[in-house]
């Protein structure tokens, strides 16, 4: 679903927490950044549209493997910047983990913050809200900064 409620350009979905979540939320913001460019004309790099896979499917990721239940999923264009919120049932804020280049795995929020312009996670009456803002064109500049809260 795609509307323009806020003046913004938007998608969302509830996922189901199963094992295809993931690959449904990819799709869904592939797609939605498809139509923001085909459609909408919006500028949409193609590094933008797969780094935006990537956030999607980090963060979709830690909330299926940290919290049970459901999982909504929400993308936004503001400005030069698509911003992925992921909510989760549980209210534990993700910490990134101190660089190991032994550890395998649990680098998902490393990559997610390595790649965004800002990371921020906030508890929810219910849980958390995880946002991440990337940049839509490879020229804007100011990635692999985070803003967390």
Same mark, same amino acid.
């Given at each position: 679903?795609? !509307?323009?409620?806020?003046?913004?350009? *938007?998608?969302?979905?509830?996922?189901?927490?199963?094992?295809?979540?993931?690959? /449904?939320? *990819?799709? %869904?913001?592939?797609?939605?950044? !498809? %139509?923001?460019?085909? /459609?909408?004309?919006?500028?949409?790099?193609?590094?933008?549209?797969?780094?935006?896979? %990537?956030?999607?499917?980090?963060?979709?990721?830690?909330?299926?493997?940290?919290?049970?239940?459901?999982? %909504?999923?929400?993308?936004?264009?503001?400005?030069?910047?698509?911003?992925?919120?992921?909510?989760?049932?549980?209210?534990?804020?993700?910490?990134?983990?101190?660089?190991?280049? !032994? $550890?395998?795995?649990?680098? &998902?929020?490393?990559?997610?913050?390595?790649?965004?312009?800002?990371?921020?996670?906030?508890? /929810?009456?219910?849980?958390?809200?995880?946002?991440? $803002?990337?940049?839509?064109?490879?020229?804007?500049? &100011?990635?692999?900064?985070?803003? *967390? *809260?």
């Amino acid at each position: 679903m795609v !509307s323009h409620g806020d003046g913004h350009l *938007r998608a969302a979905a509830a996922l189901d927490g199963q094992g295809g979540c993931i690959a /449904e939320a *990819r799709h %869904l913001a592939a797609d939605f950044l !498809s %139509l923001a460019r085909s /459609e909408h004309r919006i500028p949409v790099s193609q590094r933008a549209l797969e780094l935006t896979q %990537l956030v999607v499917s980090e963060l979709v990721t830690n909330a299926r493997k940290y919290a049970a239940g459901p999982i %909504l999923l929400d993308l936004r264009i503001a400005g030069d910047l698509v911003e992925v919120q992921v909510w989760d049932s549980n209210p534990g804020l993700p910490v990134a983990r101190v660089a190991d280049v !032994s $550890r395998v795995g649990q680098h &998902g929020l490393e990559i997610v913050m390595a790649v965004c312009r800002s990371v921020e996670a906030v508890r /929810e009456p219910v849980g958390k809200r995880v946002t991440a $803002r990337l940049p839509l064109t490879d020229d804007a500049t &100011g990635t692999g900064s985070t803003d *967390r *809260r």
